[in-house]
């Protein structure tokens, strides 16, 4: 199965290692700004397309292609699990990605070693989004909280507990409804403790 990708070297997120020379033990460090692409996120929080992401990246040239360790760093903004109200998340996440020489990864497919999620070099390009992408998403929280101790909504009727910590709402147990109905008299609370 032949994956021919044109990269685009004017994209961000496209590393050249020409200058590595494929010399194994030739490094080079990487620190630029970059804009974060589209749908960098999961449905309750992300980095917003268009704001910043720090990106240190080391290229090091291994014997099968390149080796990529990089550092991110950006602000996710999504939804309190709980409130509904906008959390903001510093992001800090790291990948080690191989990016193998097309040769390589030609003789890996002959002899039958070929792996699906094998990165490859096109030319002297590598392209490091899907590996930011993956490294970003895992590393936002799984349940974002505006405040660790964020009591949520009222589930009666939607009000926004921490705006007042007193609310509640007198429930009757409606085993009773009836007779209330019935007498026309209030009927006991039993939610409420002696």
Known sequence: MERHITLDPRSPFVLDTHELSRRPGSQREIDRTVAAPEGLGTVVTGIPAGDDIELHARLEAVMEGVLVTAEIRGRAVGECVRCLDETVDDVDATFQELYVYSERARAAEESGDDEEDVRELEGDLIDIEPALRDAVVTALPFQPLCQPDCPGLCSECGA???????????????????????????????????
């Not at 007779?179 to 209030?186: D, E, N, V």
């Open 160 to 194: 926004h507990l921490a705006d007042d910590p007193g609310h509640h709402h007198d429930v009757v147990d409606p085993r009773w409804s009836a007779l209330k109905s019935m007498l026309g008299t209030p009927v006991p609370d039993e939610t409420k403790e002696s």
